[in-house]
Protein backbone atom coordinates (compact mmCIF):
# COMPACT_ATOMS: atom_id res chain seq x y z
CA UNK A 1 0.00 0.00 0.00
CA UNK A 2 0.78 3.58 -0.40
CA UNK A 3 0.28 6.34 2.29
CA UNK A 4 0.63 10.13 1.63
CA UNK A 5 0.72 12.02 5.28
CA UNK A 6 0.19 15.79 5.21
CA UNK A 7 2.02 18.29 7.88
CA UNK A 8 2.51 21.49 8.76
CA UNK A 9 -1.12 23.00 8.59
CA UNK A 10 -2.51 25.54 11.57
CA UNK A 11 -3.47 28.83 12.20
CA UNK A 12 -1.71 32.09 11.22
CA UNK A 13 -2.60 35.74 10.76
CA UNK A 14 -2.95 37.51 7.17
CA UNK A 15 0.24 37.73 6.28
CA UNK A 16 2.12 35.75 7.86
CA UNK A 17 3.26 32.22 6.27
CA UNK A 18 3.24 28.17 6.90
CA UNK A 19 5.13 25.42 4.92
CA UNK A 20 3.10 22.18 4.43
CA UNK A 21 5.27 18.77 4.28
CA UNK A 22 3.73 15.42 2.53
CA UNK A 23 5.66 12.89 2.60
CA UNK A 24 4.78 9.26 0.67
CA UNK A 25 5.51 6.14 2.06
CA UNK A 26 4.65 2.19 1.62
CA UNK A 27 5.37 -0.07 -1.70
CA UNK A 28 6.97 2.75 -4.23
CA UNK A 29 8.34 2.11 -7.14
CA UNK A 30 8.69 5.91 -8.53
CA UNK A 31 6.65 9.30 -8.10
CA UNK A 32 5.59 11.03 -11.15
CA UNK A 33 4.10 14.12 -10.41
CA UNK A 34 2.55 15.52 -6.83
CA UNK A 35 0.43 18.13 -6.01
CA UNK A 36 -1.34 19.98 -3.67
CA UNK A 37 -5.34 20.58 -3.54
CA UNK A 38 -7.51 22.46 -1.51
CA UNK A 39 -10.76 22.54 -0.64
CA UNK A 40 -12.73 25.52 1.59
CA UNK A 41 -15.81 25.04 2.84
CA UNK A 42 -18.82 25.03 0.75
CA UNK A 43 -16.30 24.97 -2.51
CA UNK A 44 -14.71 21.77 -4.57
CA UNK A 45 -11.28 21.09 -4.25
CA UNK A 46 -9.12 23.20 -6.46
CA UNK A 47 -5.48 22.73 -7.81
CA UNK A 48 -3.04 24.90 -5.86
CA UNK A 49 0.27 23.89 -7.03
CA UNK A 50 1.83 20.52 -9.15
CA UNK A 51 5.55 19.97 -9.41
CA UNK A 52 6.99 16.99 -11.39
CA UNK A 53 9.64 14.55 -11.23
CA UNK A 54 12.03 16.86 -13.29
CA UNK A 55 11.33 20.41 -10.92
CA UNK A 56 8.62 21.61 -13.54
CA UNK A 57 5.79 23.43 -11.67
CA UNK A 58 2.81 24.54 -12.15
CA UNK A 59 0.00 27.41 -9.86
CA UNK A 60 -3.26 28.49 -9.87
CA UNK A 61 -3.20 32.21 -10.67
CA UNK A 62 -4.74 32.61 -6.85
CA UNK A 63 -1.19 31.82 -5.47
CA UNK A 64 1.53 32.85 -7.90
CA UNK A 65 4.02 35.04 -6.36
CA UNK A 66 2.81 33.85 -2.96
CA UNK A 67 3.28 30.27 -2.72
CA UNK A 68 6.21 27.73 -4.06
CA UNK A 69 5.93 24.09 -4.57
CA UNK A 70 9.07 22.05 -4.49
CA UNK A 71 10.31 18.57 -3.54
CA UNK A 72 12.94 15.76 -2.47
CA UNK A 73 12.97 12.80 -4.38
CA UNK A 74 15.38 10.67 -2.31
CA UNK A 75 12.86 11.50 1.00
CA UNK A 76 9.61 11.22 -1.80
CA UNK A 77 8.45 14.25 -0.08
CA UNK A 78 7.25 17.62 -1.55
CA UNK A 79 6.78 21.02 0.15
CA UNK A 80 4.43 24.06 0.07
CA UNK A 81 5.63 26.96 1.03
CA UNK A 82 2.90 29.89 1.07
CA UNK A 83 3.88 33.20 2.32
CA UNK A 84 1.67 36.16 2.35
CA UNK A 85 -1.43 34.23 3.16
CA UNK A 86 -4.71 35.89 3.05
CA UNK A 87 -8.00 34.61 4.89
CA UNK A 88 -9.22 33.31 1.24
CA UNK A 89 -6.30 30.54 1.48
CA UNK A 90 -8.24 29.05 5.01
CA UNK A 91 -8.79 25.24 3.52
CA UNK A 92 -8.01 21.75 4.08
CA UNK A 93 -4.82 21.26 1.69
CA UNK A 94 -4.39 18.18 0.43
CA UNK A 95 -1.81 16.05 -1.40
CA UNK A 96 -1.95 14.04 -4.13
CA UNK A 97 0.34 11.82 -5.61
CA UNK A 98 0.96 9.68 -8.85
CA UNK A 99 2.48 6.63 -7.62
CA UNK A 100 4.00 3.38 -9.32
CA UNK A 101 4.94 0.60 -7.03
CA UNK A 102 6.13 -1.64 -9.09
CA UNK A 103 7.97 -1.76 -12.26
CA UNK A 104 5.24 -3.36 -14.01
CA UNK A 105 2.99 -1.94 -12.28
CA UNK A 106 0.48 1.09 -13.66
CA UNK A 107 0.72 4.50 -11.77
CA UNK A 108 -2.02 4.95 -9.77
CA UNK A 109 -3.38 8.27 -7.82
CA UNK A 110 -3.01 8.41 -3.80
CA UNK A 111 -4.02 11.35 -1.99
CA UNK A 112 -3.54 12.24 1.57
CA UNK A 113 -6.12 12.81 4.43
CA UNK A 114 -5.48 16.32 4.19
CA UNK A 115 -4.24 19.33 6.66
CA UNK A 116 -6.17 22.26 8.10
CA UNK A 117 -4.88 26.00 7.11
CA UNK A 118 -7.02 28.59 8.67
CA UNK A 119 -5.87 32.35 8.02
CA UNK A 120 -7.32 34.82 10.43
CA UNK A 121 -7.71 38.83 9.09
Known amino acids: QVQLLESGGGSVQAGGSLRLSCVASGSIFSINAMGWYRQAPGKQRELVAGITSIGSTNYADSVKGRFTVSRDNAKNTTYLQMNSLKSEDTAVYYC???????????????WGKGTLVTVSS
Open 96 to 110: RGEVRRNPRDYTGQY
